[in-house]
């Protein structure tokens, strides 16, 4: 296929594909996976994308598995662009949209993501997989794991929302319940996995996951034909989605789909866990941990992100913004996202909205630009927040 090779996203270090890694060994920062992009774009044009399967491996040619039969797929990706006119009507905004993650299978955009990594960890052959996880990624993993006859092993804070715990027991995954936070849950699985065989699939810690999200720039620009929206709204953990897209971007541009322009990349996060917000807002470029980090959007409570430095790099070059908004504010919205488009988003999703809304009050966002909201999940999955 067309993988080159691998990348230290900090230090450039190269390292061999078809090989399991987790960090770069140099630097202990994440690794990117470096295509061919001319011998992808070869066969991989605009005009033969229309008779490719609705799925995320349309983009075959730009992922990373070797072998078809290594595939482990359920139907993933290429989910629906909504045009949210009665929504964006409110707001004066006739160009507003909404990416329905939500539509995957396991009800979110971690299926992208643990498709991506699992078949990557089937074709390398490893048998046991674990990860730290505020729920979503941990339901995908047990999904995907199941489906490739693999073991899952799966850390999660005791207060995960229940339908998270109940898919993964229900699909067959291990699952542990720790007091704590998902941090936590990734030092038990960093302390175990050695002695236990397991191979770490946390969100950049294997340079996989990032591949099956990237899928979401290239259906963008594909829904868009072509022409990306001015402003994209991404509700960030760990940014695994947001580094994604932009460096889905730059392959896209590399391949001569899309041009130089980008969309404004804005990070939105819970007042209550805004590690990104912070550090964006303070001119840094890496993220201190936050404190006693607080949200009922549970994705949205990863106190620590460590590509943190690669989101932040997206935000400022691509001329975006961080912005936090309060759990009231994300829950209300959850219903009025609902009640104007029929869509029951995840409150990680609908805290899209309020921050939009500031956006529009300081002129940061314009009512004629076209404008993205990320849908990550389902509101299914979260009926404790609801029933406060
Ligand atoms: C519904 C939902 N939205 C957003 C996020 C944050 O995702 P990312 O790690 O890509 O920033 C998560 C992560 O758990 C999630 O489950
Ligand atoms: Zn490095």
């Known amino acids: 296929m067309n993988v080159t090779h691998l990348e230290c996203a900090a230090c450039g270090t190269k390292y061999e594909a078809q090989r399991l890694h987790n960090l770069c060994t140099q630097c202990g920062k994440p690794l990117l996976v470096r295509y061919d992009l001319k011998r992808a774009a070869a066969s991989l044009t605009k005009e033969s994308l229309p008779g490719r399967g609705p799925d995320l491996w349309r983009y075959r040619e730009v992922l990373p598995v070797e072998q078809d039969e290594n595939v482990v797929t359920l139907g993933e990706g290429f989910t629906p662009l909504v045009h949210a006119s009665r929504l964006g009507a409110q707001m004066g905004l006739h160009q507003l949209f909404i990416k329905d993650e939500g539509q995957n299978p396991t009800q979110s955009f971690k299926a992208r993501g643990m498709a991506a990594a699992v078949s990557m960890a089937k074709e390398l052959g490893a048998q046991k997989l674990a990860v730290p996880s505020a729920g979503n990624a941990a339901g995908a993993l047990a999904a995907y794991a199941a489906r490739a006859g693999m073991e899952a092993h799966i850390f999660m804070p005791r207060d995960t929302p229940r339908a998270n715990v109940i898919e993964c027991e229900q699909t067959g995954a291990q699952v542990t319940l720790m007091d704590g936070l998902i941090t936590d849950c990734g030092a038990e699985v960093a302390r175990r996995k050695e002695a236990e065989g397991w191979f770490d699939v946390s969100t950049l810690k294997e340079p996989y996951r990032i591949e099956g999200k990237k899928t979401m ?52 996060q819970a007042a209550g866990c805004q590690p990104i917000v912070r550090a964006f807002e303070e001119g840094k470029r890496f993220a ?32 975006g913004t961080a912005i936090a908004v309060t759990d009231e504010e994300l829950i209300a919205a959850t219903k009025e996202i609902g009640a104007a488009e029929g869509i029951f988003c995840a409150p990680e999703g609908a805290a899209c909205l309020p921050a939009l809304r500031k956006l529009l009050a300081d002129k940061l966002v314009m009512t004629d630009e076209r404008v993205v909201i990320f849908n990550t999940g389902s509101g299914v999955k979260y009926v404790e927040s609801f029933s406060i």
């Not at 963008?220 to 580094?243: C, K, N, R, S």
């Not at 549970?298 to 001329?319: C, E, M, Y």
Request: charged share 25%.
């Open 288 to 319: 201190d941990e936050f404190p006693n980090a607080r949200t009922t959007a549970s994705g949205l409570r990863v106190p620590k992100a460590i590509g943190d430095f690669l989101i932040i790099d997206a935000l400022r070059a691509s001329d």
């Open 217 to 268: 720039g290239y259906e963008l620009a594909e829904q868009f034909d072509w022409d990306l929206p001015d402003v994209i709204m991404y509700p960030t953990g760990g940014g695994t989605g947001l580094i994604g897209m932009w460096k889905a971007f730059d392959e896209m541009e590399q391949m001569g789909w899309i041009g130089s322009k980008r969309p404004r990349m804005v990070t939105v």
